[in-house]
């Protein structure tokens, strides 16, 4: 993974955990989602 791609996902994944915390109230789903969506990101 280069480094550019490394900082955005740093950067970027707390925001959209927040984004996904405030609109569905659950963390602990919040945060697989992010997981998985990373997970998925990376395979393509």
């Known amino acids: 993974m ?3 791609l490394e900082h955005l996902l740093r950067t970027e994944a707390p ?3 927040g984004a996904l915390v405030r609109r569905f109230g659950r963390f602990d ?3 697989d ?3 998985e969506a ?3 990101a990376s395979r393509t």
């Open 2 to 4: 280069n480094h550019e």
């Open 15 to 17: 925001q959209v955990l």
């Open 29 to 31: 789903i919040a945060e």
């Open 33 to 35: 989602a992010v997981q």
């Open 38 to 40: 990373l997970l998925a």
